[in-house]
């Protein structure tokens, strides 16, 4: 009875850890909303643009990108699409999704949520292709967002994920420094964490050099469904 009783409450405080955190970013995020398109930052436009050159676009796919912020991502997709297709954003900040769904109007096929990286509202099996960029480190739980990202893939489908990767010493000063002055901030990790972390989620890894120094892309691949008909 003593030990149920402290298993709850130890429940109750992580998810009290969880629903701060989550605010936490929501907040931050929703403040930063406003300046995050000025061309100051489009360092970051840069980022995603090297990504999205790696991606097996193909017209009629469904795409979701994770951790959207004002959606710029899924609107380059639509366009480089010619809109075939079906193109979702999901964002914790309602800030940022409002300013990704007032610049999308133009764009039929691209849909924007409210939600988390960690427990998606979407079907299992639904996206032939994921992206993820400079988002995942501010996730409190990485291997439940990765499971999270793996079942709503098809099989044989992808994702993209892109953020400053630790390997470097350059990329492990940022991480000390954004833990220390970024409450939003949780982990950058190096790739061997995301190799790990993406074995754990059932996702087959590879590199794709980014050309962007810290900013690398990993990879994941759902399997393939097996072939009943082979021996
Ligand atoms: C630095 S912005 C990146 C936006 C865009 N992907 C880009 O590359 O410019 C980080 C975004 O991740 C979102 N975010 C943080 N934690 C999240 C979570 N657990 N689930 C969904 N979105 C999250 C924030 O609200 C914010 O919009």
């Not at 298993?7 to 405080?13: A, E, G, L, V």
């Not at 949520?113 to 996206?127: C, D, I, K, Q, Y």
């Amino acid at each position: 009875m003593a030990l149920h009783h402290e298993n709850s409450k130890t429940r109750r405080k992580e998810k009290e850890i969880e629903q701060e955190h989550a605010e936490r970013n929501a907040q931050l995020w929703d403040r930063r909303a406003e300046t995050y398109d000025e061309q100051r930052f489009d360092y970051l436009r840069q980022m995603q643009m090297q990504l999205l050159g790696k991606l097996p676009l193909a017209p009629g796919q469904a795409v979701l990108d994770i951790g959207t912020g004002t959606g710029w991502a899924v609107r380059r997709m639509a366009a480089m699409l010619d809109q075939q297709g079906q193109f979702y954003g999901i964002d914790l900040a309602a800030g940022m999704l409002a300013r990704a769904a007032a610049q999308s109007t133009a764009y039929p096929t691209a849909h924007f949520a409210r939600a988390n990286a960690e427990a998606l509202p979407f079907r299992s099996g639904t996206f032939d292709l994921l992206i993820c960029t400079n988002s995942f480190h501010h996730y409190l739980h990485p291997a439940q967002a990765l499971a999270e990202m793996r079942r709503v893939l098809r099989p044989g489908g992808r994702l993209y994920l892109g953020d400053v990767t630790s390997d470097s010493l350059l990329g492990k000063t940022l991480d000390w420094r954004a833990r220390r002055r970024e409450p939003e901030h949780v982990r950058f990790y190096n790739t061997g964490e995301y190799q790990r972390l993406f074995a754990a989620a059932g996702l087959s890894y590879q590199p794709a050099p980014s050309g962007l120094w810290v900013f690398k892309i990993h990879v994941g691949e759902k399997e393939k469904e097996k072939d009943s008909t082979t021996l």
